[in-house]
């Protein structure tokens, strides 16, 4: 159980181009969502609290306008990078907690190389 | 803010050594989660602490949280190459937020 998917895996991309990045819940209903972002060999960097029906809260540092967030359904969260550039290129990764438990699940990232 | 600071940063050992990693937060915690991700992969949830003092077990894992709730170990006894990896603990605040340390990479030589 606690299944979480992204997709897709792998991506790379144009400069100037939108990149979008599904993360779902497969096995559960995940009421919060999370996005990291992980350099090489660095920690993960939480980018965005994504609850169901509203809004995301954004960490300090993360544009929101570059980085959309939409959590339309308990199993599924979208992440859409804008106007990617090469500094967007990183390692994406979501994470889906289960009801009100701690525990977060994470998806396998998903890595965006941005040309 | 809040932060959660890991070390080593790196550790290289013998296999059949034993291998620990500490975790120390700038505050309070109302648990702290234990996390593995190999190289090319993601974190995969190894374990979960909440009370003040607790340690529980894994095999060959041994996982301990501070009285004042603020740090935390892992300890692998007599490493093997499978434990090859990095080892990240996640301090989890009342916002629900987890805030990851930088991580501990093992490299066990066999």
């Known amino acids: 159980g606690a299944v979480v998917s992204q997709h897709p895996s792998r991506v790379i991309c144009k400069s100037g181009t939108s990149v979008k990045i599904e993360c779902r819940s497969l096995d559960f209903q995940a009421t919060t969502m999370f996005w990291y972002r992980q350099f090489p060999k660095k920690s993960l960097m939480l980018m965005a609290t994504?609850?169901?029906?509203?809004?995301?809260?954004?960490e300090q540092g993360v544009e929101k306008d570059k980085f959309l967030i939409n959590h339309a359904s308990l199993t599924l969260s979208t992440l859409t990078v804008t106007s990617a550039h090469p500094e967007d290129s990183s390692f994406y990764i979501c994470?889906?907690?289960?009801?009100?438990?701690?525990?977060?699940?994470f998806g396998p990232g998903t890595r965006l190389t941005v040309l | 803010g809040q932060q959660v600071m890991q070390i080593p940063q790196y550790q290289h050992v013998q296999e059949g050594e034993d291998f620990t990693t500490y975790c120390n937060s700038s505050?309070?915690?109302?648990?702290i989660q234990w996390y593995k991700q190999r190289p090319g992969g993601h974190p995969v949830f190894l374990i979960q602490?909440?009370?003040?003092?607790e340690v529980k077990k894994q095999k060959r894992l041994t996982f301990q949280f501070g009285e004042a709730k603020k740090n935390s170990s892992l300890h692998i006894t007599a490493t093997q190459t499978t434990d090859v990896g990095t080892y990240f603990c996640a301090g989890s605040s009342n916002t629900g937020k987890l805030i990851f340390g930088q991580g501990t990479t093992l490299q066990v030589k066999p």
């Open positions: 994504s609850n169901e029906g509203s809004k995301a809260t954004y």
């Open positions: 505050t309070t915690l109302s648990n």
């Open positions: 602490l909440v009370k003040s003092g």
């Open positions: 994470s889906a907690r289960m009801g009100h438990t701690d525990t977060q699940y």
